[in-house]
């Protein structure tokens, strides 16, 4: 008889990975906690909830990255976009979606499978044996993120992202910026010019503290607190306790030359640091924010050197379960202590609807794949999919790891192609033609096997 999957968590990540799982012959057993156990966020029992906005962002597969992992994920057949599309509403680029139906459709799917089966209630330890994934979100509940975090080791399981807004490399203006690590510390000349500077003036200072302080910001949501946040102070907040209190911390502009301006003391520094084995990506360090979205941009934009910036992500702090995949994960999703545990969806430090379900899509394959006898192996690289699952499980820095959405910053670069905002337009289609490519003939090279 073949072995069972049993799944922890029914929401987007655990319904995608048990449908590829069935329909690969897989019997599957979804363990979700609601409606018996709910979650500040969540409002229903039903599985694949939606528990904010309706959006799955952009479905553009050709300029966009997330409209790219949804066209990959509709090519393997995937029940969650199959579902969206069943209950699209109209938003322009957009992939909106009418929430309650959606959810119950995805669960009417599911339940209905021959192969899978619900079982109510909250899973508080790690099973011992079996073939188990768990994806339970960003809300896992307490019992069971304190039995992983036992495994793991406190320091690798976080209950915060305190995000720092990403930046694309070759939209940082370098004539304004420098490359060099406070004291030029390092061994290497790698290290010691491992962070990019940029230099700000006593008036851009003022300006920048008095932008921050004015800007619009959301607040955290009712519950979303409660015994958790560990005092990770947004910038805007760091502003509000003394107008020198950045220029003391995150901005402080001591053991730095500028390159450009030797002569020039700057006032203060905004430090940006490596966010990626590729180098394409850059992160500002110190910069978590709760500034709403657009109030971000422009305040960011202010910092010289990143008037053109592209952001691959902006900053947040949400309450958001996430492991430290990079150094816990093989590249099967495997915990590396405990392989018959994978992981999936935003525990893994991914972020979004999208994402969450396409880390779902593949933990699900590769699952029922092993319970048939073989590994599947990951995705390229070139592909959204591949691109994800690389950077969770090896490609981001581990030390600075935070939720991730994709973005072309994540994909290996095409080569001979001209870098900076005027070629972004045929940059984008390259990076979306040659992943179409290679996730097709993944795809084809690894067809489902059934049991
Ligand atoms: C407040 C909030 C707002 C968000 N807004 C957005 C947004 O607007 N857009 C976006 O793209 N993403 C948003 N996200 C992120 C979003 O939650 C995730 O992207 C997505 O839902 C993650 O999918 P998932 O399957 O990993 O987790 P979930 O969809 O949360 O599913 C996890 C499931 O596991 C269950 N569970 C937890 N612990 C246990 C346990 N011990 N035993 C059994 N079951 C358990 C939960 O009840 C839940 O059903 C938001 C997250 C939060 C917390």
């Avoid at 490596?274 to 924010?289: E, P, W």
């Avoid at 095409?414 to 984008?428: F, Q, S, T």
């Amino acid at each position: 008889m073949t072995e069972t999957l049993h799944i922890i968590g029914g929401g987007l990540a655990g319904s995608e990975a048990a449908w590829q799982a069935a329909r690969m012959g897989i019997p599957v057993i979804i363990h979700e906690m609601r409606p018996h156990v709910g979650t500040f966020a969540h409002r229903t029992g039903d599985l694949a909830e939606m528990v904010c906005s309706n959006s799955f962002r952009s479905d553009d597969s050709e300029q966009n990255a997330v409209g790219l992992l949804h066209w990959e994920m509709r090519q393997a057949d995937g029940l969650i976009m199959a579902t969206a599309d069943r209950h699209r509403l109209p938003a322009g680029g957009a992939l909106a979606v009418d929430r309650d139906p959606f959810a119950q459709s995805v669960t009417r799917t599911l339940l209905d499978h021959p192969l899978i089966t619900l079982e109510t209630g909250e899973i508080t330890a790690l099973p011992d044996h079996g073939h188990w994934i768990i994806a339970t979100g960003p809300l896992t509940s307490s019992a069971l993120g304190a039995a992983i975090q036992a495994e793991t080791g406190a320091e690798r399981l976080a209950f915060f992202d305190a995000i720092a807004p990403i930046v694309y490399a070759d939209s940082i203006d370098m004539s304004v910026a420098w490359m060099q690590s406070r004291y030029d510390k390092g061994e290497t000349e790698a290290e010691q010019k491992a962070y990019l500077n940029c230099p700000m003036t006593r008036d851009q200072y003022e300006a920048f503290i008095d932008a921050l302080l004015a800007a619009d910001k959301t607040e955290f949501h009712e519950g979303e607190t409660a015994g958790y946040f560990d005092g990770c102070l947004p910038i805007e907040v760091m502003a509000e306790r003394g107008r020198e209190t950045l220029r003391h911390g995150p901005m402080k502009p001591v053991g730095l030359t500028n390159a450009h301006k030797p002569d020039e003391k700057p006032y203060a520094v905004v430090q940006l640091r490596r966010d990626n084995a590729l180098g394409t990506l850059y992160n500002i360090v110190g910069f978590q924010t709760k500034m709403k979205y657009g109030a971000q941009a422009s305040v960011f934009k202010m910092i010289p050197g990143l008037e053109d910036a592209s952001f691959a992500r902006l900053g947040g702090i949400h309450r958001n379960t996430f492991i430290n995949s990079p150094t816990l994960l093989d590249n099967q999703m495997r915990l590396r202590s405990k392989p018959h545990i994978r992981f999936a969806g935003q525990v893994t430090g991914v972020e979004g609807y999208v994402e969450s379900s396409a880390m779902g899509l593949l933990a699900g394959r590769m699952a029922a794949s092993a319970i048939l006898g073989h590994d599947l192996p990951p995705p390229p690289p070139t592909t959204a999919m591949g691109a994800l699952i690389t950077h969770i499980t090896g490609g981001a820095e581990a030390k600075t790891f935070q939720p991730m959405n994709v973005n072309f910053g994540l994909f290996p670069p095409v080569e001979g192609l001209k870098g900076g905002r005027r070629g972004r337009k045929d940059r984008y289609q390259a990076y979306t033609d040659r992943a179409k490519t290679d996730w097709r003939d993944w795809l084809a090279q690894y067809a489902l096997d059934a049991a």
